[in-house]
């Protein structure tokens, strides 16, 4: 009976890298999920053609948190900041791996949709979205990650300047830039 392995050696943690995280970072990893899992979907959403992928992508990033939730240092920043930049090369990896097409059908954007009162104020709404999706795909990924940080996510510049790594006066500019752009492509599809 000594050679057979003990109910006591099969609920001991393993050394290194598969041992579990200490015992308040699961609660974090779900607070934090709690607290930003809507507007990293948000973000996500805004750069995929499918609430099915945005669902997926999300869920690949929190379980990223989770799994890595006892590395965060707070000394290093906010975990917004941390969990934006885990759903920043989430996405990345997630778009590289699947190469997406920049235009995304509004049929799709199902969940981004409005609850407008009549079906004409509707129809009306969803060609504005499509003209406005339309446009943001043919701008570059920089002014794409900037504008869907701030609208997409709802962030405020202070809090995309800190996921971006920039000052907050570089975000505004280049959000500002990048919506003169925006604006530029849809006036030029109106015309």
């Not at 830039?177 to 849809?186: D, G, K, V």
Request: hydrophobic share 40%.
């Amino acid at each position: 009976m000594a050679d057979q392995p003990q109910l006591s050696d099969l609920t001991t943690p393993l050394p290194g890298p598969l041992s579990s995280p200490p015992e308040d970072a699961p609660g974090r990893a779900h607070d934090w999920y709690e607290t930003y899992g809507q507007a990293v979907y948000s973000y996500v959403r805004f750069h995929l053609p499918s609430a099915d992928a945005a669902e997926d992508v999300t869920s690949d990033t929190f379980l990223k948190v989770f799994r890595a939730a006892d590395q965060y240092d707070a000394a290093k920043g906010q975990p917004r900041t941390w969990i934006f930049r885990i759903a920043q090369n989430t996405l990345r990896d997630h778009l590289r791996r699947s190469r997406v097409r920049r235009h995304v059908s509004l049929g799709t954007m199902r969940d981004l949709a409005t609850d407008a009162p009549s079906p004409e104020e509707r129809l009306l709404w969803e060609e504005q979205v499509a003209r406005l999706l339309d446009s943001v795909s043919e701008l570059g990924e920089s002014d794409r990650e900037v504008i869907s940080l701030r609208y997409g996510s709802g962030m405020d510049t202070a809090a995309v300047a800190e996921v971006l790594g920039l000052r907050e006066s570089a975000v505004r500019t280049r959000l500002w830039r990048a919506l003169s752009r925006l604006r530029a492509l849809m006036e030029a599809a109106e015309a």
